[in-house]
């Protein structure tokens, strides 16, 4: 048959037990892979699910050199990895991919991801602080008419049209590579100087003819009558300009606690961020946040770290109906 | 020649072995002119294959065109997914055009929330509907690549299961360009309730429920 129908993605796998894991944590930075040394040093069945090396606050950082035990200097990326080799080296595995809702109420409790369902009986969200605080202007007027935030979504709409994407990381430049499948020409906005971005994805943008790479360029406005005209954008430096497009993709990022996924089934705090007890727990048993998500909380990634260690003991001790956390020394 | 991998197909045994209560897919097609059809009469013939409590009805949407009436069918290729057994039961769940990609969830999701006969649905969202007084028409476009798609859907498909007078279908929007013209749906999951109101995304049940009650005041 000549026809992909894609019927296995997105398949909800319940009784395989391919899918099922005692611990998913969600989020792969320094909170994430420290909690997953610890779930799978406890023989708990790990899996981590992350965007990207380059997603996250850490990921995209220069130069650590405070980091306790690493002297430096070292890049974020270079860290984590460090922590992910770790974390792997006692079984947790790593998958890249993004999550798109939980299921708490479920039993076990179930996360949809873009390649399907895995189901846990505990989760560790760990997903850090780099959602945006405000949308530019025409933004919110023209989300579905035009403004997208998922391209392998809508790409199809705008089969031979040119399109805005605006955004310097892994994701951005994913979507924008996927948009070419569909567009006739993407004007790429890079707000920052560089992109975060992993070398591979930078060469294959750079080497295709559709895609036109402005860096160092602000979005200040999307506007249209009804659907997307245009986007107004600004370089650095330079006079701003307005470029006719059909549709603005939109991955920039900003400094609020990344809960869109977590549908309103958490409480959160009105600057977007969740309250867990002294254990990492949420208000949800076995629900467990860590890191940038967290209230009141020191943005370094020894702490993330930390709260990652917590939390993967107060996960152990959840499963496996403990009284008290089994310390890990002697 | 089977679209489902062995190892999904087993799976999909697998879970279906919870169903109690029987569910017939009912499937309109047209095999000369529909795109699509012939692709959504195998998915439907091969999942019913996979359980006993599964059945299939495949329709000519011209020849059968009473029974296509008898279930408001208008577009296709359609699936109705109906509860069967000694108390059959159309909950107004439609699927139109091909569940492919993602929506196969919805599907699967759909197939086992009708044999349970239980929504899921908060206690709040399910009084809401048992009180409903005026129709309520639920489309909820989506694409087969999105990953958000079928959360919306099934929610939709839940509501249609709480009360009589809500009725829900995914749409499957680059198969309908014109529905997707006439409601301007240039990004999925879009739902639109009763021609006039609309959603973007995979709302929350909370939110979903406002926008609906702000539709029916």
Same mark, same amino acid.
């Given at each position: 048959?000549?026809?992909?129908?894609?019927?296995?993605?997105?398949?909800?796998?319940?009784?395989?037990?391919?899918?099922?894991?005692?611990?998913?944590?969600?989020?792969?930075?320094?909170?994430?892979?420290?909690?997953?040394?610890?779930?799978?040093?406890?023989?708990? +069945?790990?899996?981590?699910?992350?965007?990207?090396?380059?997603?996250?606050?850490?990921?995209?950082?220069?130069?650590?050199?405070?980091?306790?035990?690493?002297?430096?200097?070292?890049?974020?990326?270079?860290?984590?990895?460090?922590?992910?080799?770790?974390?792997?080296?006692?079984?947790?595995?790593?998958?890249?991919?993004?999550?798109?809702?939980?299921?708490?109420?479920?039993?076990?409790?179930?996360?949809?991801?873009?390649?399907?369902?895995?189901?846990?009986?505990?989760?560790?969200?760990?997903?850090?602080?780099?959602?945006?605080?405000?949308? !530019?202007?025409?933004?919110?007027?023209?989300?579905?008419?035009?403004?997208?935030?998922?391209?392998?979504?809508?790409?199809?709409?705008?089969?031979?049209?040119?399109?805005?994407?605006?955004?310097?990381?892994?994701?951005?430049?994913?979507?924008?590579?996927?948009?070419?499948?569909?567009?006739?020409?993407?004007?790429?906005?890079?707000?920052?100087?560089?992109?975060?971005?992993?070398?591979?994805?930078?060469?294959?943008?750079?080497?295709?003819?559709?895609?036109?790479?402005?860096?160092?360029?602000?979005?200040?406005?999307?506007?249209?009558?009804?659907?997307?005209?245009? !986007?107004?954008?600004?370089? +650095?430096?330079?006079?701003?300009?307005?470029?006719?497009?059909?549709?603005?993709?939109?991955?920039?990022?900003?400094?609020?606690?990344?809960?869109?996924?977590?549908?309103?089934?958490?409480?959160?705090?009105?600057?977007?961020?969740?309250?867990?007890?002294?254990?990492?727990?949420?208000?949800?048993?076995?629900?467990?946040?860590?890191?940038?998500?967290?209230?009141?909380?020191?943005?370094?990634?020894?702490?993330?770290?930390?709260?990652?260690?917590?939390?993967?003991?107060?996960?152990?001790?959840?499963?496996?109906?403990?009284?008290?956390?089994?310390?890990?020394?002697? | 020649?089977?679209?489902?991998?062995?190892? /999904? &197909?087993?799976?999909?045994?697998? &879970?279906?072995?919870?169903?109690?209560?029987? *569910?017939?897919?009912? $499937?309109?097609?047209?095999?000369?002119?529909?795109?699509?059809?012939?692709?959504?009469?195998?998915?439907?013939?091969?999942?019913?294959?996979?359980?006993?409590?599964?059945?299939?009805?495949?329709?000519?949407?011209?020849?059968? &065109?009473?029974?296509?009436?008898?279930?408001?069918?208008?577009?296709?290729?359609?699936?109705?997914?109906?509860?069967?057994?000694?108390?059959?039961?159309?909950?107004?769940?439609?699927?139109?055009?091909?569940?492919?990609?993602?929506?196969?969830?919805?599907?699967?999701?759909?197939? $086992?929330?009708?044999?349970?006969?239980?929504?899921?649905?908060?206690?709040?969202?399910?009084?809401?509907?048992?009180?409903?007084?005026?129709? *309520?028409?639920?489309?909820?476009?989506?694409?087969?690549?999105?990953?958000?798609?079928?959360?919306?859907?099934?929610?939709?498909?839940?509501?249609? $299961?709480?009360? /009589? $007078?809500?009725?829900?279908?995914? *749409?499957?929007?680059?198969?309908?360009?014109?529905?997707?013209?006439?409601?301007?749906? &240039?990004?999925?999951?879009?739902? *639109?309730?009763?021609?006039?109101?609309?959603?973007?995304?995979?709302?929350?049940?909370?939110?979903?429920?406002?926008?609906?009650?702000?539709?029916?005041?």
């Amino acid at each position: 048959m000549s026809l992909d129908l894609n019927l296995n993605i997105g398949l909800s796998t319940v009784g395989s037990s391919a899918n099922h894991y005692d611990v998913i944590i969600i989020g792969g930075g320094p909170g994430g892979a420290s909690a997953a040394i610890y779930t799978a040093r406890a023989d708990l +069945r790990t899996l981590v699910i992350d965007k990207g090396l380059t997603a996250g606050a850490l990921g995209i950082t220069g130069k650590i050199s405070n980091y306790p035990g690493v002297p430096g200097p070292v890049t974020g990326a270079e860290l984590v990895e460090i922590m992910r080799g770790q974390a792997e080296s006692f079984g947790a595995e790593f998958l890249t991919d993004k999550v798109v809702g939980i299921d708490m109420k479920a039993e076990p409790k179930m996360v949809m991801a873009g390649t399907g369902a895995f189901y846990a009986k505990a989760i560790i969200l760990a997903t850090g602080s780099m959602g945006r605080t405000s949308s !530019v202007k025409g933004e919110e007027e023209l989300l579905g008419r035009g403004v997208s935030y998922c391209a392998t979504c809508d790409g199809a709409f705008f089969r031979n049209k040119t399109v805005a994407v605006i955004g310097n990381n892994d994701e951005a430049l994913e979507e924008t590579l996927f948009l070419t499948k569909f567009t006739e020409k993407i004007h790429l906005i890079v707000p920052t100087p560089d992109m975060k971005a992993r070398d591979v994805l930078m060469a294959e943008v750079s080497a295709n003819p559709k895609i036109d790479i402005r860096m160092g360029t602000a979005l200040k406005e999307i506007s249209g009558n009804g659907t997307v005209q245009a !986007v107004r954008v600004k370089p +650095r430096g330079g006079a701003e300009e307005e470029l006719p497009v059909s549709g603005a993709f939109v991955y920039l990022q900003g400094g609020k606690p990344i809960t869109d996924y977590l549908m309103a089934q958490l409480e959160t705090k009105p600057d977007g961020c969740l309250m867990v007890d002294a254990e990492m727990q949420t208000a949800v048993p076995g629900i467990f946040a860590i890191g940038d998500l967290l209230c009141s909380h020191i943005k370094q990634a020894v702490i993330a770290a930390a709260d990652g260690v917590i939390a993967a003991v107060a996960a152990d001790k959840y499963i496996n109906g403990r009284e008290k956390v089994k310390q890990d020394w002697k | 020649m089977s679209l489902l991998k062995e190892t /999904d &197909q087993q799976h999909l045994r697998e &879970q279906f072995s919870a169903l109690d209560t029987p *569910v017939k897919l009912v $499937m309109f097609t047209q095999e000369m002119e529909c795109q699509y059809c012939t692709e959504t009469r195998m998915i439907s013939e091969e999942v019913a294959s996979l359980s006993e409590n599964i059945s299939v009805e495949v329709y000519d949407f011209v020849r059968d &065109q009473e029974i296509a009436e008898q279930y408001n069918i208008d577009k296709i290729p359609a699936i109705a997914i109906v509860r069967g057994g000694k108390q059959p039961k159309d909950y107004g769940i439609r699927l139109y055009g091909i569940p492919s990609g993602y929506e196969f969830s919805s599907l699967i999701e759909n197939i $086992m929330m009708v044999s349970r006969g239980e929504s899921g649905l908060s206690p709040e969202t399910k009084e809401w509907a048992a009180n409903l007084e005026q129709p *309520v028409h639920l489309q909820v476009f989506v694409t087969p690549t999105c990953p958000y798609c079928p959360q919306a859907v099934i929610m939709a498909h839940q509501l249609a $299961m709480e009360s /009589d $007078m809500i009725t829900a279908d995914m *749409v499957e929007a680059i198969e309908f360009p014109h529905l997707s013209n006439r409601y301007q749906v &240039q990004g999925v999951p879009r739902t *639109v309730i009763n021609d006039d109101f609309h959603m973007e995304g995979a709302a929350p049940e909370p939110m979903l429920l406002g926008k609906l009650q702000e539709a029916v005041a």
